[in-house]
């Protein structure tokens, strides 16, 4: 969704990533809802990156070295300890316990802040990209922006590899989508498009999409219509991870242990 000119009316397109695109443009490209989304969907791998990097050295460190200790102490005592009169009746009890008893239904373990946190910014992610790449391919290149420059390859690449990675992280995670969390997507974009009026309510300058543009007649239609698709962009990824939770449930009815 990035504009057609820059603050001196030049031409301008997306050919660098964030960080080239800062030292090159400056901080100007965050004018566009497309660099917010991009630099969303950046921390959003980043920290699932972060948390998998963490997963992985507290499983070789912690559960390695007990693993370790565990191996250790068999060796010095022999490869067998007799259980003490505690544990022979503890294990009695347990063995008819099982084979009386139903295993327990597993219960959800409640996420922590942090996880809460990537949960948010999954869902941001999903529908702010969805909108960037609707936005930009059903709107602004087709009515506002073909006479403007041409489309390369760097340009399809910024408006569709987001969505392309973003969906093969949705096929790999697990995490839930539920709807009411479409607030957090509507704040996001809230507030780009309030930083934008006050942008412009202190400095004169141009608007990045002229659909923002307060002084057009048809200014309420275009935020109408905009905030509306919210609601499809945001429904589109909650039936696909639904869509992928019900195929995986009747594909392996047995392993699944996605959501109930």
């Known amino acids: 969704m990035k504009g057609l000119r820059n603050r001196r009316g030049e031409k301008i397109s997306k050919k660098e990533q964030v960080v080239s695109n800062v030292v090159t ?21 980043a920290m699932g990156s972060s948390v998998s990097i963490y997963g992985c ?15 250790t102490l068999d060796a010095e005592r022999g490869t067998y300890i007799a259980p003490t009169l505690g544990e022979e009746s503890l294990n009695v009890s347990t063995s008819d316990k099982s ?3 139903s295993p327990e239904p597993r219960t959800r373990q409640s996420a922590s802040s942090w996880g809460y946190v990537f ?31 041409t489309l390369d390859f760097l340009n399809v690449c910024m408006h569709s590899v987001n969505a392309f990675f973003l969906l093969g992280d949705t096929v790999l995670n697990c995490m839930r989508f539920p709807m009411f969390r479409i607030a957090y997507f509507v704040l996001w ?15 004169s300058m141009w608007w990045p999409y002229p659909f923002l543009d307060l002084s057009s007649p048809y200014a309420p239609l275009w935020y109408m219509a905009v905030g509306l698709m919210h609601v499809p962009c945001y429904g589109i990824f909650a039936l696909l991870i639904k869509l992928k939770h019900i195929w995986l449930s009747r594909s ?9």
């Not at 948010?120 to 922006?145: E, K, R």
Request: net charge negative.
């Open 25 to 45: 443009d400056g901080g100007g490209i965050f004018y566009f809802y497309t660099q917010w989304t991009f630099t969303l969907v950046t921390i959003y791998f």
């Open 57 to 71: 050295c507290y499983y070789r460190c912690v559960l390695g070295g007990d693993r370790v200790n565990h191996e």
């Open 99 to 101: 084979l009386d008893s």
């Open 119 to 149: 949960q948010i910014a999954f869902q941001m992610c999903a529908g702010a990209v969805v909108l960037t790449d609707c936005v930009f391919w059903f709107i602004i290149y087709p009515f506002l922006s073909a006479k403007d420059f």
């Open 189 to 203: 974009t809230s507030i780009f498009v309030i930083s934008q009026w006050i942008i412009h309510a202190c400095v």
């Open 252 to 260: 392996f009815p047995e392993s699944y242990q996605g959501l109930k």
